[in-house]
């Protein structure tokens, strides 16, 4: 007997809807899953940067924990910024960085690589960090999408408004339009599935350089990690965690 997946299921009840009658929050839900999965998660992201030309720029690797609760602690991998580490907790972000034992405070639209900020791989869930509206129904070009109108709910957002294409049918992700606070479009993002996961986000920048930065999503799995992980002094003091 074939068995059906929780999140298709999910997908499929939700798709069955009148547009009017679906709820926003289930609809952002089933979309997050595409992106992020289930709560407390290790993902294992690989960032790259592409000239206007197409070459190959440069490649960074982080080790993203999602943690409930607007928690997410990100290493960085690469011998460039090894020892690094990311913390988020609620509204607050900071910088850990090897040798020091002083964290520092940044923003979530403190650059990582290329057009990739902290916000853009340490706050994934649309559900929980925006509300909005159904603008209504649209086509992606051979696909019918919904478009949806979202704003921000926390200040610690890297983006204060999104203007996001799903799936008609099962809610995926297709593209997404980024604003920044000062209402200008920063960022147009497309997104890759694959095996009902998305393994690729494409950014393409719209305010200066316009170059491609593509965030790969190379591995997920469940991870809750201990408390003090989530704790900037313990962090400052343990640069080696184990």
């Not at 809807?17 to 690989?46: C, F, H, W």
């Not at 592409?50 to 690469?78: C, P, T």
Request: glycine share 4%; charged share 25%.
């Amino acid at each position: 007997m074939k068995i059906i997946s929780p999140l298709l299921l999910v997908a499929a009840t939700i798709a069955a809807m009148p547009v009017q009658a679906a709820d926003i929050s289930d609809i952002l839900k089933a979309a997050d899953q595409y992106r992020i999965g289930t709560e407390n998660m290790q993902v294992e992201t690989r960032i790259t940067t592409f000239a206007k030309d197409g070459s190959k720029e440069k490649e960074r690797s982080y080790m993203v924990f999602s943690q409930i609760n607007h928690q997410s602690l990100v290493l960085m991998q690469s011998p460039a910024e090894k020892g690094q580490k990311v913390l988020m907790l609620g509204d607050d972000f900071w910088m850990l960085l090897p040798g020091s034992q002083r964290p520092l405070r940044i923003t979530p639209m403190q650059k990582l690589l290329g057009d990739a900020s902290i916000g853009d791989i340490a706050t994934m869930s649309w559900a929980q960090d925006y509300t909005g509206k159904i603008i209504g129904e649209e086509k992606c070009g051979e696909r019918a999408c919904l478009h949806l109108s979202l704003n921000a709910v926390r200040k610690s957002v890297a983006y204060q408004r999104i203007e996001l294409w799903l799936s008609k049918n099962h809610h995926e992700p297709v593209k997404a339009d980024l604003f920044v606070q000062s209402e200008k479009l920063a960022k147009q993002a497309s997104f890759v599935l694959d095996k009902n996961e998305v393994a690729e986000m494409v950014l393409l920048d719209q305010l200066s350089s316009h170059k491609e930065t593509r965030v790969r999503y190379v591995s997920r799995k469940q991870k809750t990690v201990p408390e003090q992980w989530l704790n900037p002094m313990f962090l400052a003091k343990n640069p080696n965690l184990e």
